[in-house]
């Protein structure tokens, strides 16, 4: 069973960046595709980005100002934002399993908790 827990998140002006963390535990991390999801109010969970082994994906509302690392000695994943908009404005979860479709919210099995990313205009 892999626990994970999302921090970083907090209230930025648009433009600035914030760097959010994904630490894991119970589990072999680096077995796993890891991937990033958001969510807005009163919209549907949707892909950010997402990595295994050494392949990377993002959505294009975000690739170019978003970059997802990974860190398998501290089991922690990183997703940082740059040049961020107002639409980035989600709660931002982190999600790990042996995923066919990186961008697929129902491969996960497992979910953290999430941080809130709100972008201010």
């Known amino acids: 069973q892999v626990q994970l827990v999302e921090s970083g998140g907090g209230l930025v002006q648009a433009g600035g960046s914030l760097r959010l963390s994904c630490a894991a535990s119970?589990?072999?991390?680096?077995?796993?595709?890891i991937g990033w999801f958001r969510q807005a109010p009163g919209k549907e969970r949707e892909f950010v980005s997402a990595r295994s082994g050494l392949y990377t994906s993002y959505a294009a509302s975000v690739r170019g100002r978003f970059t997802m690392s990974r860190d398998n000695a501290k089991n922690t994943v990183y997703l940082q934002m740059n040049s961020l908009k107002p639409e980035d404005t989600a709660v931002y979860y982190c999600?790990?399993?042996?995923?066919?479709?990186?961008?697929?919210?129902?491969?996960?099995?497992?979910w953290g908790q999430g941080t809130q990313v709100t972008v201010s205009s």
């Open positions: 999600a790990a399993g042996m995923v066919l479709n990186l961008a697929e919210a129902r491969g996960y099995n497992y």
């Open positions: 119970g589990g072999t991390f680096n077995r796993y595709g």
